[in-house]
C-alpha cells in the first residue's frame, strides 16, 4: 500500500482507553479526518481517503472544511469536550495550506489540547524543485515552512522515508494520549513519500488501544497537602481545566462540602462546581469575581487543582497579596505543578489526589469567620450581576443584558462558546454555570475567528456523545456567543454546518468595532484608537470618526444558507432575544445552523472585577489621557509580587 494509505488504515483503527468518567471507556481516537485538498495531498492522503470511503466508509470518514485554520479549530473544539480523550486528524495541502494550520496549533498546544495534524511538504527527493508554493532558503535548502510548526507542536517530525513511517506515527500518539505532554502534533508528509510504496506490518495496522495515564498521587505528598490545608486559616481552592479533564468535578464538589474550603475558578475551569452552591466563589482574577479576588486577597494557602496560572489568574501577580501564601499544586503536568514557588507540587491526577486528600481531611472544617466571609461577599457579587443582566437600557442593550438573556434561555445541558474580546471576560465573571460541560471558552490563546469552528467541533462531539447514550438522548444545544470582529474573522465554517445539516446556533452581537480592546485602549489612555469599524477621514488619516460602515451581518449569514434571526433595537430588545434564543433551540436537529443577530452598546461596560490586568502603559506621553494612565498603572504595578510562593 502507499504510504498515505497506510496512515489513513493505521489512524482509523487507534482507540482512546480510560479509567475515568463511569465505565471503562473505549472509543476511536480519531472519528474522522479534516481536509482541503491541493497538490500536495490530494494524490496521497486524498486518494487514500477516497479509496477508504469506496470500500469501508466507516474506516476514517472525511469532513470538507473551509479553512484550514478552522478545520483545526473544530478539533480542538470536539477534543475539548471529549476531554481529551478524541481528536479528529487534519490534511492539508503544502506551502499557505500548511502555514494556514499554523494558529491553530499553537491554539491546541497553549491549551494543552490533542490534534493531529498532517500538513503536506515539498518533495523528499526534490527532483523538480522549486515547486509551486515552495519558500527557498539560499542558506538552508533543508527547511520548509513546515519547520514553523516545530515550536507550536508538542511533537514534530518529518516523513521523508516511507519506513519512517511507522516510528513518526507511534511516537506522535504517545504524545497525543499523554494528558501531561499533550497538543498539537505535527506529522510533515512530503507529497512524493505519500505516493510511494511500502510494505506495511499487519501489526501496525491492526486495532491498538492508547490508555490515557492517570498517575496516582504520592502518600508522603497527600499527608504534607493535609497539615498545610489543616494549619491554614485561609485556604482557598482554585480550579482548573484539569478538574474537568479527570473528571474530578464531583470529587471537587465532595471535598469542598466536607471542608468548607472555598472554590474559584479559572476560564478553563468553569464548570467544575456550579455556580450556586454556597462553597463557590466563581471566577478568580483579572476577570474574576470580587468575591473569589477578596478571599483571594487574604489567602494563606492556595490549593491549585489543574491550573497553568495565567495572568488573568493570577491577576498578573496581584491576586494574592498575603506575605505568607503558599500555593500546593496538583497536576498531572510537573511544569503546572512547580509554578509560583509551590511549597508542594503533587504530580497527579485531580481525581484520584483529591479523593485521597478528602480521605486525609476528615474531621476537617475551616473557621466560621472564613464561612461568614464567604457567604458575605457571595451574596454581594450575586446581588451586582442580578442588577448587570436586569439593566434595560434601550434602544441599545448592554452586553451584560445580552449575556443575561441568553443564560436565562439556555437549558442547563446546553454549552455556551467564546473565545476573544470582551464577551470572555463578562461571561466568566457573570455566566452562572449548572452543569460541568456547559462552557467552553478558549482563553489560553484566546484566538478571534475560534468561536464559529470550535463550536462546530463541540457540536459534532456533542452529537457523537448522544448516539452512544443511546435511549433517545438528543445531541446538547451549543450556543456560539461572538463579537463582529471575531465574526469577520472567521465565519465560513457556517458553510460546513450548512452542508452538513448541523444545528449550530450562533448569537452575532453587532457593536461596529473592536470592543474589547477598545475599553482597554481607553483604560490605557490610548482613546479607543483604531479600534472602531468606521469610515476613513483621510484629512486627518482616522478611523475614530467617520460614518459607521454600511455593513449588514445579518444579511452575509443568510447569503451562506444559514437561517437569521434578527432581533431589532428597542424596548423589548431583551424579551425578543431570549425569544430568539428559545426558537432556536426548538429546531429540529439536522436542520442547519441559526444565526441571531442583535446590536449592543460597547460602552457600557461589566461590573469591576476589583482586580488587574499588566498591560504596560507608555512611561512618557503628550497625552494628557497617557499621562493619567501611566499613574493608574503605577500604582496597581506597585503592588505586583515577581514571585509569590
Not at 83 to 108: D, E, K
Not at 241 to 250: K, P, W
Not at 530 to 544: C, I, M, N, V, Y
Request: glycine share 8%.
Amino acid at each position: 500500500m502507499t504510504v498515505a494509505q497506510a496512515v489513513v488504515q493505521f489512524l482509523g483503527n487507534q482507540y482512546a482507553v480510560d479509567e475515568a468518567g463511569g465505565p471503562e471507556y473505549r472509543e476511536r481516537l480519531f472519528p474522522g479526518m479534516f481536509g482541503i485538498f491541493g497538490h500536495g495531498n490530494v494524490a496521497g492522503v486524498g486518494q487514500a481517503l477516497k479509496q477508504a470511503q469506496v470500500k469501508n466508509p466507516a474506516l476514517m470518514p472525511y469532513y470538507q472544511g473551509r479553512n484550514e485554520q478552522a478545520m483545526v479549530h473544530q478539533a480542538v473544539g470536539y477534543a475539548r469536550h471529549t476531554r481529551r480523550r478524541a481528536t479528529y486528524a487534519v490534511t492539508s495541502s503544502i506551502g499557505p495550506g500548511a502555514t494556514n494550520m499554523l494558529t491553530g496549533a499553537a491554539l491546541a498546544t497553549t491549551n494543552r489540547l490533542p490534534v493531529l495534524l498532517l500538513p503536506s511538504d515539498t518533495f523528499a527527493t526534490r527532483a523538480p524543485d522549486p515547486v509551486l508554493q515552495q519558500l527557498e532558503r539560499p542558506e538552508a535548502y533543508d527547511i520548509t515552512v513546515n519547520d514553523a510548526f516545530r515550536p507550536l507542536s508538542r511533537y514534530f517530525d518529518r516523513v521523508v522515508r516511507p519506513e519512517q513511517l511507522f516510528s513518526a506515527f507511534l511516537h506522535g500518539l504517545r504524545v497525543l494520549t499523554d494528558p501531561a505532554d499533550t497538543g498539537a502534533v505535527t506529522i510533515s508528509l512530503p507529497q512524493d513519500v505519500q505516493a510511494e510504496e511500502l510494505d506495511v506490518p499487519e501489526d501496525f495496522l491492526a486495532e491498538r488501544d492508547w490508555r490515557i495515564r492517570r498517575p496516582v498521587p504520592e502518600e508522603e505528598d497527600i499527608r504534607r497537602a493535609a497539615a498545610l490545608i489543616r494549619g491554614a486559616r485561609r485556604p482557598l481552592i482554585i480550579a482548573g481545566g484539569g478538574v474537568l479533564y479527570s473528571f474530578a468535578a464531583d470529587e471537587l464538589a465532595r471535598l469542598a462540602e466536607q471542608t468548607g474550603i472555598p472554590v474559584a475558578y479559572t476560564q478553563a475551569g468553569v464548570g467544575s462546581v456550579p455556580w450556586n452552591a454556597p462553597y463557590c466563589l466563581g471566577a478568580v482574577g483579572s476577570t474574576g469575581t470580587t468575591a473569589a479576588n477578596a478571599v483571594a486577597r487574604e489567602a494563606d494557602l492556595v490549593i491549585g487543582i489543574g491550573t497553568r496560572y495565567e495572568d488573568f489568574t493570577t491577576a498578573s501577580h496581584t491576586a494574592f497579596q498575603n506575605s505568607h501564601v503558599q500555593f500546593v499544586n496538583i497536576n498531572v503536568a510537573p511544569i503546572d505543578a512547580y509554578k509560583l514557588g509551590s511549597a508542594l507540587p503533587i504530580v497527579a491526577d485531580a481525581r484520584k489526589a483529591l479523593v485521597r486528600l478528602a480521605q486525609q481531611l476528615g474531621g476537617y472544617r475551616i473557621g466560621g469567620d472564613l464561612e461568614q466571609l464567604m457567604a458575605a461577599e457571595k451574596q454581594r457579587w450575586d446581588r451586582t450581576v442580578d442588577e448587570a443582566f436586569n439593566e434595560r437600557h434601550t434602544p441599545l442593550p448592554s452586553q451584560n443584558e445580552i449575556i443575561g438573556a441568553v443564560n436565562r434561555a439556555m437549558e442547563a445541558r446546553d454549552v455556551v462558546v467564546c473565545a476573544a474580546g470582551s464577551l470572555p471576560g463578562d461571561l466568566h465573571k457573570m455566566w452562572r454555570i449548572r452543569d460541568p460541560y456547559g462552557y467552553h471558552v478558549e482563553y489560553a490563546f484566546s484566538t478571534m475567528g475560534y468561536e464559529i469552528p470550535g463550536g462546530l467541533g463541540v457540536k459534532r462531539a456533542s452529537i457523537d456523545e448522544a448516539q452512544r447514550a443511546g435511549d433517545g438522548e438528543t445531541p446538547r444545544d451549543v450556543v456560539v456567543m461572538v463579537g463582529d470582529g471575531s465574526y469577520l474573522m472567521m465565519h465560513t465554517e457556517l458553510v460546513t454546518a450548512v452542508a452538513e445539516g448541523i444545528k449550530l446556533i450562533t448569537v452575532l452581537i453587532q457593536n461596529h468595532g473592536y470592543a474589547s480592546i477598545g475599553a482597554l485602549s481607553e483604560s490605557l489612555g490610548s482613546q479607543r484608537f483604531g479600534t472602531r469599524f468606521r469610515t476613513l477621514d483621510a484629512k486627518q488619516h482616522t478611523f475614530d470618526d467617520g460614518e459607521t460602515l454600511p455593513v449588514d451581518l445579518a444579511a452575509n449569514a443568510a447569503s451562506l444558507g444559514v437561517r437569521v434571526i434578527r432581533v431589532e433595537p428597542g424596548p423589548n430588545v431583551i424579551a425578543d432575544l431570549e425569544t430568539a434564543v428559545a426558537k432556536a433551540k426548538a429546531e429540529p436537529e439536522g436542520s442547519g445552523p441559526v444565526l441571531i443577530h442583535i446590536e449592543s452598546d460597547p460602552l457600557i461596560d461589566a461590573p469591576d472585577s476589583e482586580s488587574w490586568w499588566d498591560v504596560p502603559v507608555a512611561e512618557t506621553s503628550e497625552l494628557e489621557s497617557t499621562g493619567a494612565a501611566n499613574a493608574t498603572y503605577t500604582e496597581h504595578k506597585a503592588r505586583q509580587r515577581p514571585l509569590i510562593g
